[in-house]
């Protein structure tokens, strides 16, 4: 299956630390990123390649990968970070994408 | 940098069909792979379509294969999303994305397929 779930929801007080995951086989064999979108915005990419943030991405932001198991952490949550997050990878079996079910990050 | 712009959404009924453009600057569009990936009112990312960088793989999400197609005109730097048969389940926002890490997206376009 390519499916990728993700807890719906999340609530992090401010300033403290969230970790946010995401869970499929095709984790497996590839690992697209992590996605964040606010209320009537367009996603923004802000992990890729398990690790790697794009210019301008705070460093609060850092992503990790084990197995089956995509997860995003936010250090020291900020108002701003309220958001849906999304993680994205590929079922290399067909070369479709997938992209997860979604968490709602609730800042505190 | 790079600038992505949808066009084409609209209202349209059951069954029929409607293409969106999305119109790309600021980069070497014809180097990059480029994905449609859509969004239900208040539902998550719904993966659509992927066209190689010289239109010669194209991949889609089975809800959506048969009935729409990708394509590309790199002489334009035009990514195009034929959608026929439409149903209701289509509505959405519609967002061109550039490959392959989705970065970064169109504002999208508003698909509603109603009578």
């Known amino acids: 299956s390519s499916e990728l779930t993700q807890d719906p929801a999340v609530s992090v007080a401010l300033g403290q630390t969230v970790r946010i995951t995401c869970q499929g086989d095709s984790l497996r064999g590839y690992y697209g990123g992590w996605y964040q979108q606010k209320p009537g915005q367009a996603p923004i990419l802000i992990i890729y390649?398990?690790?790697n943030r794009p210019s301008g991405i705070p460093d609060r932001f850092s992503g990790s990968s084990s197995g089956n198991t995509a997860s995003l952490t936010i250090t020291g949550a900020q108002a701003e970070d309220e958001a849906d997050y999304y993680c994205?990878?590929?079922?290399?079996?067909?070369?479709?994408?997938?992209f997860g079910t979604g968490t709602k990050v609730t800042v505190l | 940098q790079v600038l992505l712009v949808e066009s084409g959404g609209g209202v349209v009924q059951p069954g029929r069909s409607l293409r969106l453009s999305c119109a790309a600057s600021g980069y070497t569009f014809s180097n990059f792979a480029m994905h449609w990936v859509r969004q239900a009112p208040g539902k998550g990312l719904d993966w659509v379509a992927v066209?190689?960088?010289?239109?010669?793989?194209?991949y889609y999400a089975d809800s959506v294969k048969g009935r729409f197609t990708i394509s590309r005109d790199n002489s334009k730097n035009i990514l195009y999303l034929h959608m026929n048969s439409l149903r209701g389940e289509d509505t959405a926002v519609y967002y061109c994305?550039?490959?392959?890490?989705?970065?970064?997206w169109g504002q999208g376009t508003l698909v509603t397929v109603s009578s």
């Open positions: 994305a550039h490959g392959p890490s989705f970065d970064p």
């Open positions: 994205n990878s590929r079922d290399n079996s067909n070369n479709r994408h997938v």
């Open positions: 390649d398990k690790t």
């Open positions: 066209i190689s960088y010289d239109g010669s793989y194209k």
